[in-house]
């Protein structure tokens, strides 16, 4: 059974940081894209950053660039996401992804199989 699970949100104040960790388990994930994704009130979900299971090759879409770090430890089957100096704009539910697309960088939803089920941040 395959299970992705994100845990770190919460609320925090304005220039402080979280991180945003997603536990993986139920298959292996070798030659796998993952990624985070955040959706913000009244707006759609969005692609924030991607990992290449293979190499850990990121790439950051434009809104996580400069402030996120997405990083991936196989030994402990997780993924992480640091974000430094939040900011309001930074509130939404924070989702993680891991898919097979072979298209890098993967920044649509429907190029992912597998989700969490997402973790709040409430930046004020």
């Known amino acids: 059974h395959v299970q992705l699970v994100e845990s770190g949100g919460g609320s925090v104040q304005a220039g402080g940081s979280l991180r945003l960790a997603c536990a993986l388990s139920?298959?292996?994930?070798?030659?796998?894209?993952m990624g985070w994704f955040r959706q913000s009130p009244g707006q759609e979900r969005e692609g924030l950053a991607v990992?290449?299971?293979?190499?850990?090759?990121?790439h950051y879409f434009d809104s996580a660039k400069g402030r996120f770090t997405i990083s991936r430890d196989n030994a402990q089957s997780a993924m992480y996401l640091q974000i430094l100096a939040l900011t309001p704009d930074d509130t939404g539910v924070y989702f993680c992804?891991?898919?097979?697309?072979?298209?890098?960088?993967?920044?649509?939803?429907?190029?992912?199989?597998?989700w969490g089920q997402g973790t709040q941040v409430t930046v004020s």
């Open positions: 992804a891991a898919g097979t697309t072979r298209q890098w960088p993967a920044r649509y939803e429907y190029q992912y199989k597998y």
């Open positions: 139920g298959r292996t994930y070798s030659r796998h894209c």
């Open positions: 990992i290449w299971t293979d190499d850990d090759s990121t």
